[in-house]
């Protein structure tokens, strides 16, 4: 298009000069007024075409590739040939002199078209054929035998011309491709090169070209930074007669002889004599035939590399607050300290560190303090190092000690494993600068012994750590030696910690025991619900035997959930009159919990119970360690509307101070008073607490009556509600169902 408007003037104006001059010769023999009419159509359309050829000139590259520049071209075309045929009929001369000025100006005009009108093809045909066709049609209305082979002779002519245009438009395209391949090879080719120069400029890495006698042509600057010189320097630079690292010499000759060579490790310049851990890749440059002609190198700095690795490797192996080993390597090094031990015959030890109460000082002080012991405690471990030995990190609060080298009998190295484990008590139990002030904090320590026999590393951890357990259970701050027996103490506890968890997830292996309270005339007042577990393979497991094990693992939360929500189960499902009021044992940590009151409120609400026959019974613990938040939620549960108890009363930290301050219903006496009303104190602390609750305006209990002396004695001091085997022993739901009725059966009657 744009070939075809921009000289679109030039045969324009040939077309009317050429139009004028046919009008001059012509002038004798036809009608000056067909003349003057055809001339100025003449000079109209192609005033008209010029002026399309001026507005495409004008437009954007997007706006000339409209649709409608095209149908303006071809219109254009069709006029011109339209203007041009319409001469020839009605400008054609009777004269034979005149007709050959007419038949040479169309021949000349379409030999014109052929040219300025191949661009388009289109354009030249829809021209040409309005221009010969008269002609044609003109000669064979003669009928004379010249006149038909003039007219064939125009057919041949137009059918030639037509020809021609559409080869010329072929090469001209053609040509148009091969100009617009060659501009796109070379742009291509210039951002090629750009692209190439920001990266060779820019790159992290650094790169330089060499010709073949590995002489510098060019580097970029991240090269000379490596090298550590200026860029003046480098240029030109004779590196084989330079370099003094062969290592660096026989990569540079691998590259100009074999096409690749490769350097790493660390690399001094000759002209900075900086020192770097480098690596380099040399490759040669071919050309066409194959024949290497050059090379470059790409030099990597790998000082970062190897501070990376340093930093990983430290942070696989090694505790990033106490930078004491972790259990990883302590593995490890345990295996190792192992197999020396055994080739030496000798044996040594492995100590479990655990500090007691840690927690308490992350909840009081915050984890930065208790970071901030930690790290101190992993100090002195490292100091008490000794010889092969090894101090590393296992858990939070959790350390491990390895020993070598104790003796190379089992009673020396027990010895020797003591005495270290007394210096690790008394190092670690000295006073602690943290937070501002002086703690301390007192470890367990659990030790097991290896020698001859091999053990895997993460047994003997585990031997250890199961000692260590034993030091906690039996007192704390002090250290306990590994014993087979307790391996089967611990995979029992673990065996029942599991078992728990399939009993929770299943259901149907625990269940609610009832017990009744029985008043006056052994009178059912109420019950208390106690939780049993059927085993599948243990049998009835003890709660005295589970319940530790479940506060040990936070197991409580979900059993202490699962008794209330049975228990408001069973209340719904027995009347008020039969069961007035049912006892439920609640955990200190169910009853710490922030969400307790709104669980209570949940599990009395969903059974559709009088909250006032749920009794909750508390121990005195729970009020030890905050009194204030514990009578706050004791207030709360009695907004709710449930009754509250002090279970196991007088075995605790008793005060008057704290009862008189509580919304309590009930006391309950401990049954170990009770099995010893015989002893004089006993009696007399029975006394006191059954006065303290008629003074207080309080209920009271007594749990374990067995017998008829007890009840007689309990009776006559002011205590008339017994719950014992003298009375009933615990049964389930159904079993409760049935004495129930039959009480009250036999109050009807």
């Not at 438009?169 to 617009?180: G, H, I, M, N, P």
């Not at 790159?203 to 090269?223: A, K, Q």
């Not at 014992?724 to 129930?740: A, D, I, N, Y």
Request: proline share 4%; glycine share 8%.
């Amino acid at each position: 298009m744009a070939l075809l408007y921009q000289g679109l003037w030039q045969p324009c104006l040939v077309s009317v000069v050429v139009a004028a001059l046919l009008t001059v010769v012509l002038w004798p023999v036809v009608a000056h007024g067909a003349l003057l009419a055809w001339l100025l159509v003449m000079a109209l359309v192609s005033a008209v075409r010029c002026g399309f050829g001026v507005h495409f000139r004008r437009l954007t590259k997007d706006a000339r590739r409209r649709p409608r520049w095209r149908c303006l071209a071809l219109g254009g075309a069709l006029l011109t040939g339209c203007t041009w045929g319409a001469a020839v009929i009605w400008l054609f001369p009777h004269d034979p002199a005149y007709q050959p000025a007419l038949v040479l100006t169309v021949a000349g005009v379409s030999a014109g078209a052929v040219t300025t009108l191949s661009p388009l093809w289109a354009a030249a045909i829809v021209c040409l054929v309005p221009v010969a066709l008269p002609m044609m049609f003109q000669y064979a209305r003669m009928d004379t035998p010249l006149a038909s082979k003039l007219a064939l002779m125009v057919g041949v002519f137009l059918l030639f011309v037509i020809g021609a245009s559409q080869r010329w438009s072929s090469v001209l395209r053609e040509k148009l491709r091969l100009e617009a391949e060659r501009q796109r090879r070379e742009r291509d080719l210039r951002e090629s090169e750009a692209r190439y120069r920001a990266i060779f400029r820019a790159s992290p890495l650094g790169v330089f070209h060499f010709d073949t006698r590995g002489r510098i042509l060019d580097c970029n600057d991240r090269f000379v930074d490596l090298i550590g010189t200026t860029r003046a320097g480098l240029i030109g630079l004779d590196l084989p007669a330079t370099l003094r690292d062969t290592r660096v010499q026989r990569a540079l000759t691998q590259a100009l002889t074999e096409g690749q060579g490769h350097f790493e490790g660390d690399y001094t310049a000759v002209l900075s004599g900086q020192t770097r851990p480098m690596r380099a890749l040399f490759s040669g440059i071919r050309d066409e035939q194959g024949a290497i002609v050059g090379g470059m190198a790409i030099i990597e700095d790998l000082t970062e590399h190897r501070q990376a690795e340093a930093t990983i490797h430290r942070q696989a192996f090694y505790d990033p607050l106490t930078d004491l080993p972790n259990r990883r390597l302590l593995l490890d090094r345990l295996a190792q300290v192992q197999a020396h031990c055994r080739r030496r015959g000798e044996h040594g030890a492995v100590l479990f560190i655990d500090l007691d109460h840690f927690k308490k000082v992350n909840e009081s002080l915050g984890h930065a303090a208790g970071d901030r012991l930690l790290m101190l405690v992993a100090e002195r471990l490292g100091a008490m190092e000794e010889g092969d030995g090894l101090a590393a990190r296992v858990s939070g609060d959790g350390f491990v000690i390895v020993l070598a080298s104790l003796g190379e009998t089992l009673v020396r190295a027990k010895a020797g494993a003591q005495q270290a484990a007394e210096r690790v008590l008394a190092s670690l139990s000295a006073p602690y600068p943290v937070a501002e002030r002086t703690l301390t904090i007192t470890p367990s320590l659990g030790i097991a012994l290896f020698g001859a026999v091999p053990v895997t590393s993460v047994e003997l951890i585990k031997q250890a750590e199961t000692a260590m357990y034993q030091a906690k259970a039996g007192g704390r701050a002090c250290a306990r030696h590994y014993l087979p027996s307790m391996r089967t103490a611990a995979l029992h506890h673990l065996a029942l910690e599991q078992g728990l968890r399939q009993a929770l997830a299943s259901g149907d292996q625990l269940m609610l025991y009832f017990q009744p309270q029985v008043g006056r005339h052994e009178r059912i007042t109420g019950a208390e619900a106690l939780l049993r577990w059927q085993h599948p393979t243990l049998g009835m497991v003890s709660p005295a035997e589970f319940i530790p094990v479940a506060e040990e693992t936070g197991l409580i939360l979900e059993l202490g959930d699962w008794v209330l929500r049975e228990a408001c189960e069973a209340l719904r499902r027995l009347p008020a009159t039969r069961l007035p009021r049912l006892s439920v044992n609640i955990s200190p940590h169910q009853f710490a919990r922030r969400d307790f009151l709104e669980r209570v409120a949940t599990r009395v609400e969903a059974a559709g119970i009088d909250p006032a026959r749920l009794l909750l019974e508390i121990t005195e613990g729970v009020l030890i360690d905050d009194l204030y938040a514990a009578v706050e939620t004791l207030n709360g549960l009695k907004r709710i509307g449930v009754a509250l108890a002090i279970d196991d009363f007088g075995v605790g930290y008793s005060s008057l101070s704290y009862l008189k301050r509580l919304p309590l219903d009930e006391l309950k006496i401990d049954r170990s008073f009770i099995q010893e009303l015989e002893d004089a104190n006993d009696a007399a602390i029975v006394q006191t607490i059954i006065a303290i609750a008629r003074h207080l305006a309080l209920d009271v209990v007594a749990e374990g009556v067995e017998t008829h002396g007890q009840q007689t004695f309990l009776e006559a001091n002011g205590c008339h509600t017994f719950q014992g085997f003298l009375f009933h022993r615990p049964m389930p739901l159904v079993s409760l169902t049935g004495v129930l009725s039959s009480r009250a059966g036999s109050v009807d009657a």
